[in-house]
C-alpha cells in the first residue's frame, strides 16, 4: 500500500489550494494504482477520516483542501491508457496533467478542448471534478462537455462506471432516473440556462432530452461523490492554422458590451481583459513594457480564428472588428508564431497577476468565476463595478467574455474580522446581484468553499434537494469533501490570511521593499496558482526532479505561512519542519520570473536561515548549530583572501587537496558532500595578476588601470570565484574590454558582494561585506563608472539584493544603478556602433569549413531569473551571434550545483538529476569543436564534474576572437 504522510512537514504544504481558505489535512496520500485507492479509503473508514481528491491543487474555490485524507492522484496515478484517433477520444488517469494530454495528441491532429490558464499543470481528473473550461469554450465547451465516460470509486472501494445512457450499477441508474422524473421541471427551468452555469451539480444532463448522461451529470461533482479512477474524454480537431484578432475598446465594460456579437462561427476564443491588468503585469521586473504590442484601449478582446490556411485566419481575424464597429477603437491581426503566443501568456498569467493591484495592494478571490449570460455582460460588470464602489473594494477583471465569465481579483481586507464581516457582507450582496441577471455564482472551477453556502441565493429549495439527493446516491455517508455543495461550509470559515495569521511575523532583515518591509506580506504573494509545479520553463528545480508538492515554489510558501501562523507548526523560525521544506530550495530565483506574482523564495530563505541559526562564528558550535558547510561555503571569501595573504599557502592547499585521504578528510571537516570534487584555487589572484601587469597603482590602493589607457574608463568587479578560483574569465574580460577601447580599473581592497553569506542565510555578515565594499569603492562610484561583473549571480547580489539588504545607503542604490553584466556591456557597445575589434568565428569549427563555429550555452540561473530582456541572456545571444557562433541554449533552467547548495551533503543525488535532465546530456552530445559555454562558475563546475568537458566564459569566446587567438580549448 501506498504509504501515508502525516508528518507535518507535508501536511502542511497542502493546507491549501488556489482559494483563500485553510484546512490543515490529517495525511496526505499518492496512490499509483486502483488497489491503492480502494486501501486509502478503507484506512480512511477506519480512522474516521473525511476524504479529499486532489490533482495539481489550483482550484481557486477550496475544492482541493480538507481536514482528512488529502488523496493526490498527480504524482503517480496519471498515464495515458490509451488514444483512439479515429474515435476521436481518450482514455485516461486522472492525474494527466492537461498539457501532457495535449502533447500526446497532438501527433494525431487532435486536441482535448477545456484549456484554462493552468493547463500546463492542472490535471485533467480535475479540471473534469470541477467543470474546467478555458479560453476555447467557446467552441469546444466545458469539460462536461467533453467527458464521454467516467469511473468512480465510491467510498465502501465499488467502482461504478457512468456514461450516456446509464451507469454500469443498476441501483445507481434507478435511483439517477428517480432523481430526474421528480425534478423534470427544475432541471429544465433551472439548470443549463446558458454555457457557463455550472453552480451545484449538473442534474439537467441526466433528463431524456440530454440522452441521461451520467458521466456529464457527475462532472462538477467536485471531489462530493466519489474519486474518478479513469476518464474517457472526446478530443477535437485542431484547426490546421490560426490568427488572433486584438479588438481595442475604451474600457473593459465596452468590451464586454461587444463580446456577444462575436460568438460566430470560425471563431475559437472570445478573452477579455481591462487595462488595470496591463497596469498590474507592468509592476512586475522586467515587464515594465508589457502590452505594448496591443492596439490603442483600455479593454480588450482575444479572438482566435482557425481557418485551412494561414491567410484564411489572417482574412477571417480582420474581418471581426467589423462586426462590432460601433464600439471597436482599434484593432491588430497577429499570426500564429511568437507574437501571439506573448500575447496569449499576458492573459493566461491574469490569474495570479491580478493578486497584486497596480497600486502594489493585495487582491483576492472570493467572487472569483460567476457567470451571466453573455449578452448581458456588460450591464452585469457594470454593476458589480458600482457595488465594489459602495463597499470600496478595487479588482482587475479577465476572463471569457464570449461565455458571460468573469474572474476578478478584489482588495478584500481578510485579516480583521471587522474585515470578514465585509467580506460577507459583500458576497452575499454580489450573489443577488448575480441572480438577479440570471447569472450563476460559478462559470468555472466549482463552488467549492467559496460559492456553496451562495446556492441557496440562485437555485429554489427543490433545486436543493435534488443535489442533496444526487449526493446521497454516491456518498450517502458524507465522506467524500464535506462541507461542498450540499451542507455547505460558511463562505467565511478558515480564511487563511485571516485573523491570526502573522504571529510570528517580525521585523525583516532585508527590506522586502515591495512588500512594505513585512516578510508575511512577501509569503502572502503565493496564492497557489501552481505555475511552479509546471515542467515548463526553469520553476521549480527540486520539484521537476522529485514531483513532491512540498518541493515546490508553492509548498514551501504553504509551509512559511503555517510557521507564521503558529498553530500546527507551534516553533516558529525554529521549526524543523520549514527547514525541511526549504531544503531543496537551490535559490536559483526562477520564482522571481517565472512566477505570476514574483515570489521570491531564495529571499524568504535567506530570511528564514538567518532567524533559525543563530548569527557569527558561533553559530557554528552547540545546539542548533548552523551546518558546517555554511562556514565552509558561506566564509570561504574571508577564507580564500585570508590564504592569498600568505605566500605559497595557495599553492600548499591546493597540492593538499591533490591527496584523495587529505580531500575527503577536509570535506568531512569542512561538511562537504563527499562524493564531490573539491574546487582549485588560483596561485595568482586577478587582482594581483592585474597589479603586476599595469605596474604601480593609480590613485592609491583602490583600484589598478592601465595608465596609457585613453577612452571611457570602466570597472571590472573582481568576484570571489573569478578572482580566487578561475581568474581565466577576469584575465579574459580585461583584453578583451581593452580590445574596446577601455580603461579597465579593478578594486583591489577587500570587496565581495556577500553572496556566499546570503545564500547561506548569514544576512548580518553579508551586510558587514557590501558596507566595507562600498567603502573601498566610493571613489569609483562618485566617478560615475559602469560595474562590470562576469559572475552572474555576484552582478545579480549587486543589482537586486544590495538595496535590499542596504535600503538607506544611496551608495548600494548607486551600485545597484551602475553594475551590468559582462554580456550586456558588450552588447550595448555593439549596439551602440562603437569599434568593433572581433573577427567572425565563422569557418572556425563546429559545423565544419565555412560553417558558424557551435556552442551549447548554459545560462546561469540567476541570469535568467532576470528575462530575456536587456538584462538576462537575449544581450549575450546578440553578441554571439555578430561573432558568427550558432548557440543552442540548454533549457531546464538551473545546472543544478547552486553554488554552496550542490556541496551540502544530502543534495548530491537531486544536483546529479538536476544536470542529467538536459545540460549533462546536450554537452555530451556535443561535438570537440563545440563550445560549451557557461558564464557561472557553478555551472562550469557541476559540467567539469558531471561530464568530460570543460566551459568557459563569454570573454574568453571574444578574447578568442581578436587577431592572433583561437577558440578555447584549440
Not at 523 to 539: E, H, L
Not at 715 to 726: H, M, S
Not at 827 to 851: E, V, Y
Amino acid at each position: 500500500m501506498q504509504a501515508i504522510r502525516d508528518d507535518l512537514t507535508t501536511r502542511a504544504a497542502y493546507v491549501s489550494d488556489a482559494s483563500i481558505y485553510r484546512r490543515v489535512p490529517a495525511a496526505v496520500a499518492e496512490p499509483s494504482t486502483v488497489e491503492e485507492i480502494r486501501e486509502l479509503l478503507a484506512l480512511a473508514r477506519e480512522r474516521g477520516w473525511p476524504v479529499t481528491c486532489r490533482g495539481g491543487g489550483t482550484s481557486v474555490a477550496g475544492n482541493a483542501i480538507g481536514e482528512g485524507l488529502v488523496i493526490d492522484t498527480s504524482r503517480h496515478f496519471n498515464r495515458i491508457l490509451a488514444i483512439d484517433p479515429d474515435a476521436m477520444t481518450a482514455t485516461i488517469e486522472p492525474g494527466v496533467v492537461c498539457d501532457d494530454l495535449q502533447a500526446a495528441t497532438a501527433e494525431f491532429g487532435l486536441a482535448y478542448g477545456p484549456d484554462p490558464s493552468t493547463h500546463s499543470r492542472c490535471t485533467i481528473g480535475g479540471m473534469v471534478a470541477n467543470n474546467a473550461c478555458g479560453s476555447h469554450s467557446v467552441v469546444w465547451g466545458t469539460s462536461a462537455d467533453n467527458l464521454v465516460a467516467v469511473t468512480v470509486m465510491l467510498a465502501d472501494g465499488r467502482e461504478v462506471s457512468l456514461e450516456r445512457g446509464g451507469t454500469s450499477d443498476e441501483r445507481v441508474t434507478r435511483e439517477l432516473e428517480r432523481i430526474r422524473n421528480r425534478n423534470l421541471a427544475v432541471l429544465r427551468t433551472e439548470l443549463g440556462q446558458f454555457p457557463r452555469q455550472v453552480s451545484g451539480y449538473g442534474l439537467h444532463h441526466l433528463l431524456s432530452e440530454n440522452g441521461f448522461d451520467a458521466a456529464k451529470a457527475f462532472a462538477g461533482s467536485e471531489g462530493t461523490c466519489g474519486i474518478i479512477t479513469r476518464l474517457t474524454v472526446r478530443l477535437v480537431r485542431r484547426p490546421a492554422h490560426t490568427a488572433l484578432a486584438v479588438l481595442g475598446f475604451a474600457d473593459a465594460f465596452e468590451a464586454a458590451a461587444a463580446a456577444h456579437a462575436l460568438r460566430v462561427p470560425g471563431v475559437y476564443t472570445i478573452e477579455g481583459m481591462g487595462a488595470d491588468l496591463i497596469e498590474a503585469l507592468r509592476m512586475r521586473p522586467g515587464r515594465e513594457d508589457a502590452g505594448s504590442q496591443l492596439p490603442r484601449g483600455g479593454g480588450w478582446l482575444y479572438c482566435e480564428v482557425g481557418a485551412d490556411t494561414a491567410d484564411g485566419a489572417r482574412q477571417r481575424a480582420g474581418e471581426l472588428a467589423a462586426l462590432v464597429a460601433d464600439r471597436v477603437v482599434d484593432s491588430a491581426v497577429i499570426p500564429e508564431g511568437p507574437e501571439a503566443r506573448a500575447l496569449w501568456a499576458i492573459r493566461e498569467a491574469g490569474a495570479g497577476v491580478a493578486t497584486r493591484l497596480p497600486d502594489g495592494g493585495e487582491a483576492w478571490p472570493g467572487w472569483e468565476d460567476s457567470a451571466v449570460p453573455p449578452a448581458r455582460l456588460a450591464e452585469y460588470l457594470r454593476d458589480l463595478y458600482a457595488l465594489m464602489d459602495e463597499y470600496g473594494y478595487s479588482g482587475i477583471p479577465f476572463g471569457h467574455f464570449g461565455e458571460g465569465c468573469v474572474h476578478l481579483r478584489i482588495s478584500f481586507d481578510l485579516a480583521s474580522e471587522g474585515g470578514l464581516a465585509r467580506y460577507r457582507s459583500f458576497i452575499h450582496a454580489a450573489a443577488e446581484l448575480v441572480h438577479r441577471y440570471g447569472g450563476s455564482v460559478s462559470g468555472e472551477h466549482g463552488d467549492g468553499r467559496a460559492r456553496s453556502e451562495l446556492l441557496s441565493t440562485i437555485y429554489s429549495p427543490a433545486a436543493l434537494r435534488a443535489f442533496a439527493e444526487f449526493k446521497r446516491v454516491f456518498d450517502p455517508d458524507g465522506v467524500f469533501n464535506p462541507g461542498v455543495l450540499v451542507n455547505p461550509e460558511p463562505i467565511d470559515r478558515g480564511i487563511r490570511p485571516g485573523p491570526g495569521a502573522r504571529t510570528f511575523d517580525v521585523a525583516a532583515v532585508q527590506a522586502f521593499s515591495r512588500d512594505g518591509g513585512s516578510f508575511a506580506s512577501a509569503v502572502d504573494r503565493c496564492v497557489g496558482v501552481g505555475a511552479c509545479r509546471s515542467d515548463v520553463g526553469a520553476m521549480c528545480p527540486s520539484f521537476h526532479v522529485t514531483r513532491d508538492e512540498v518541493h515546490s515554489t508553492r509548498g514551501r510558501a504553504r509551509s512559511l505561512a503555517e510557521m507564521l501562523r503558529g498553530e500546527s507548526i507551534t516553533d516558529g523560525w525554529k521549526s524543523r519542519e520549514t527547514l525541511e521544506a526549504l531544503d531543496l530550495c537551490l535559490s536559483c530565483k526562477a520564482c522571481v520570473a517565472e512566477c505570476p506574482v514574483n515570489v521570491d523564495m531564495a529571499t524568504y530563505k535567506a530570511e528564514f536561515l538567518n532567524r533559525h541559526y543563530r548569527s557569527g562564528l558561533l553559530s557554528f558550535v552547540g545546539p542548533g548549530r548552523r551546518p558546517m558547510a555554511h562556514f565552509t561555503m558561506g566564509w570561504m571569501p574571508y577564507v580564500v583572501r585570508l590564504l592569498s595573504k600568505v605566500p605559497g599557502a595557495v599553492r600548499a592547499v591546493n597540492w593538499l587537496e591533490s591527496f584523495g585521504p587529505v580531500e575527503a578528510l577536509t570535506k568531512r571537516l569542512g561538511g562537504i558532500e563527499p562524493r564531490r570534487r573539491m574546487i582549485t584555487f588560483a596561485t595568482q589572484p586577478l587582482t594581483a595578476w592585474h597589479r603586476q601587469r599595469n605596474g604601480a597603482a593609480r590613485g592609491g590602493d583602490a583600484v589598478v588601470g592601465r595608465s596609457g589607457d585613453a577612452g571611457e574608463t570602466v570597472v571590472l568587479w573582481p568576484d570571489t570565484f573569478t578572482n580566487f578560483a578561475a581568474d581565466a574569465p577576469g584575465r579574459a574580460a580585461v583584453e578583451v574590454l581593452e580590445a574596446m577601447g577601455y580603461r579597465v580599473l579593478i578594486p583591489m581592497g577587500e570587496v565581495c558582494c556577500g553572496l556566499t553569506w546570503h545564500s547561506t542565510g548569514q544576512l548580518g555578515q553579508a551586510k558587514r561585506a557590501l558596507r566595507q565594499t562600498l567603502d573601498v569603492v566610493a571613489p569609483l562610484l562618485e566617478a560615475g563608472c559602469p560595474i562590470i561583473g562576469l559572475e552572474p549571480s555576484c552582478t545579480g547580489m549587486l543589482t537586486h539584493e544590495i538595496t535590499e539588504l542596504l535600503p538607506d545607503d544611496a551608495r548600494a542604490a548607486n551600485v545597484a544603478q551602475l553594475a551590468v553584466g559582462f554580456g550586456t556591456f558588450v552588447a550595448a557597445h555593439l549596439d551602440a556602433g562603437k569599434a568593433w575589434p572581433f573577427r567572425s568565428l565563422t569557418g572556425h569549427g563546429g559545423a565544419g569549413d565555412g560553417g558558424p563555429a557551435a556552442a551549447v550555452c548554459q545560462v546561469h540561473c540567476h541570469q535568467k531569473a532576470l528575462g530575456e530582456g536587456a538584462h538576462g541572456y537575449g544581450p549575450e545571444l546578440r553578441v554571439l551571434e555578430r561573432l558568427g557562433v550558432a548557440t543552442s541554449v540548454v533549457g531546464g533552467g538551473c545546472c543544478g550545483l547552486a553554488g554552496n547548495w550542490g556541496f551540502e551533503p544530502g543534495h548530491y543525488e537531486i544536483s546529479q538529476r538536476l544536470g542529467e535532465r538536459e545540460l549533462f546530456p546536450a554537452v555530451r552530445a556535443a561535438s570537440e569543436e563545440t563550445i560549451v559555454l557557461a558564464d557561472g562558475f557553478s555551472c562550469r563546475t557541476q559540467i567539469a564534474q558531471g561530464t568530460d568537458r570543460e566551459g568557459v566564459h563569454l570573454a574568453e569566446v571574444l578574447r578568442s576572437a581578436l587577431p592572433g587567438q583561437h577558440l578555447p580549448g584549440r
